[in-house]
C-alpha cells in the first residue's frame, strides 16, 4: 500500500439552501480526518454549513469522449424547453 | 508572480489534433483533465502550477518568522490567519497540479531535493516588523497582479484555484499596507523601519514577474495556451503604477532616482532590477536558499512518522470495522 494520503473530494453547501458544491480536494488518511481538514481549508470564511467528503478512487466520471452520444439526444429535443410552444399573450402569464 | 522562467515544452503530436485543441482554446474553452491535450501542455502546466504551489508554502517561512514577534495580539491573529491562507492556497494548486498526472508527494520530493523551484522572493530574509507590512502590500501585490488574469487560464481546474486564491489574496495585501500605514505615521524611528522595508523590497518584487520576455519562444506558447495571460514586462509596469502612488500616499520615497511619470506612455519609467542578482537567488545563491530548503526538509523528515502513523491507525480502524460487520 502506498504511504500516500488518499485524495478525497470535497463537497460543501452554503447557507443559501443550495445543494452542495464540489469546492476542491486534498488528502487525508481517513475520512474523519478528511471533515476536518476540509473545515480548516474550505469553510474559513463562513462559506458553508455542510461538508460530504467522498474519497476520489470511488467517483465515477463521464469521459470526454462519450460527450457526443451522452449529451446529443438533448440538443434534438427542442420541445423540452418552454419556449418551443407559442402561447398568445391574451391566455396571461404561463 | 510566483511561476517564473517556466520552459514551455514543444509537443510532437498529431498536427490536426494540436490544431483542434488550439481552436477550443481560442474559443475560451476550459480544457478538463480527462480532455486530450498535448504532452507539452500538460508537462508545462505541471512545471507551473508546481512551481506556484511550492511558492505558497515555502512562502509562509518569511512570514511565519514574525508570527510570534508580531506586536499586540490582533497583529499575531491577522498574520496566523494570512500564513494559514498561504497553506491554503499550496493545496488547491497541488491539488490542480494532480489533476495532470503527478502525485503529492512527487512534487514535495521535486521542491525538496531542488528539482522544481519556488518564487525567488521568498529567500530574502524578513528582518523588521515593517517587513510584514512590505511582504503583504509588495509581494501579495505583485502576486495578485499574475493571479487575476490567470484566473481565465485555459486549464479548468487551475483556473477555478485561481479564482479561490484571489477571493482570498486582497485581505492580505490590505493587511501588509495596513501595518505600512501605522508605521509610516508612527515614530521617526517606525517611519525609518517602514522606508527600509520598503528599500528592501522593491527589487525584489519586480523581479517576481521575471525578466523580460519580449523575445522568449517560450512564452509565445504559453501564452498560446492560456497558461500565460500577459507578458512579465506588461504586467511588472501595471505593478509599478499601482504602486508608486501608494508608496506616496505613505510618504516612503521608492528607491530609484530614474523612476519618472511618462506622459505619453501614461505610466512611470523605472529602473530594471538586477537581473544578475535574480539569476544567482533563482540558482540556489539567495540570502536565504539554504534555510528555506532545510525548513521544508525538516518538516518533511519530522513529519514522516505522523503520516505513517496516521496511516496505520485508518487501516486498524478499517480492519476492525470490517471484522464487526
Ligand atoms: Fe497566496
Ligand atoms: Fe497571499
Not at chain 2, 491577522?78 to 497540479?97: N, R, S
Not at chain 2, 523575445?215 to 500577459?230: E, L, Y
Request: proline letters at 5%.
Amino acid at each position: 500500500m502506498s504511504k500516500e494520503w488518499p485524495l478525497w473530494e470535497v463537497f460543501v453547501r452554503s447557507q443559501h439552501g443550495l445543494n452542495h458544491r464540489h469546492v476542491g480536494s486534498l488528502h487525508a488518511p481517513d475520512a474523519e480526518m478528511a471533515l476536518k481538514n476540509a473545515r480548516d481549508v474550505y469553510t474559513r470564511r463562513n462559506e458553508g454549513l455542510s461538508i460530504w467528503v467522498v474519497e476520489a478512487r470511488h467517483i465515477t466520471a463521464s469521459s470526454p469522449s462519450d460527450k457526443g452520444p451522452l449529451y446529443e439526444p438533448s440538443e434534438s429535443k427542442v420541445y423540452r424547453h418552454p419556449t418551443f410552444f407559442d402561447i398568445p399573450d391574451e391566455a396571461g402569464h404561463m | 508572480m510566483y511561476a517564473q522562467m517556466i520552459k514551455s515544452e514543444a509537443s510532437a503530436e498529431d498536427p490536426e489534433k494540436l490544431a483542434a485543441f488550439q481552436a477550443r482554446i481560442d474559443a475560451g474553452e476550459k480544457i478538463e483533465p480527462k480532455d486530450w491535450m498535448p504532452e507539452g501542455y500538460r508537462k508545462t502546466l505541471i512545471r507551473q502550477i508546481g512551481q506556484h504551489a511550492h511558492s505558497e508554502i515555502v512562502g509562509q517561512l518569511p512570514e511565519g518568522n514574525w508570527i510570534t514577534r508580531a506586536p499586540t495580539l490582533e497583529r499575531k491573529a491577522i498574520l496566523l490567519a494570512k500564513v494559514q491562507d498561504e497553506a491554503g492556497h499550496g493545496l488547491y494548486l497541488y491539488c490542480a497540479a494532480e489533476t495532470l498526472g503527478v502525485s503529492r508527494d512527487e512534487l514535495t520530493e521535486m521542491l525538496l531535493d531542488g528539482r522544481m523551484k519556488y518564487s525567488s522572493i521568498f529567500n530574502y530574509p524578513t528582518l523588521t516588523w515593517a517587513d510584514m507590512g512590505a511582504v503583504g502590500w509588495l509581494v501579495d501585490g505583485a502576486a495578485i497582479m499574475n493571479q487575476v488574469p490567470l484566473q481565465r487560464t485555459s486549464f479548468g481546474p487551475y483556473s477555478r484555484a485561481m479564482i479561490r486564491i484571489c477571493k482570498e489574496e486582497s485581505f492580505h495585501q490590505r493587511q501588509g499596507y495596513d501595518i505600512m500605514m501605522k508605521m509610516a505615521r508612527g515614530t521617526d524611528a517606525q517611519r525609518k523601519m517602514a522606508q527600509d522595508a520598503l528599500n528592501r523590497f522593491w527589487y525584489p518584487s519586480l523581479m517576481m514577474f521575471g525578466p523580460s520576455d519580449k523575445d522568449s519562444v517560450h512564452s509565445a506558447q504559453s501564452m498560446a495556451w492560456k497558461i500565460k495571460m500577459n507578458t512579465n514586462d506588461e504586467l511588472r509596469q501595471k505593478f509599478v503604477d499601482q504602486t508608486v502612488p501608494q508608496a506616496e500616499y505613505l510618504g516612503l520615497t521608492v528607491p530609484d532616482p530614474n523612476l519618472t511619470w511618462n506622459e505619453e506612455k501614461g505610466g512611470y519609467d523605472f529602473s530594471e532590477p538586477d537581473w544578475s542578482e535574480f539569476f544567482e537567488v533563482i540558482k540556489g545563491n539567495g540570502p536565504c536558499n539554504t534555510e528555506r530548503l532545510e525548513a521544508r526538509n525538516k518538516a518533511w523528515d519530522d513529519g514522516a512518522w505522523v503520516r505513517e502513523g496516521l496511516m496505520a491507525h485508518a487501516a486498524k480502524k478499517r480492519a476492525a470495522k470490517l471484522a464487526a460487520e
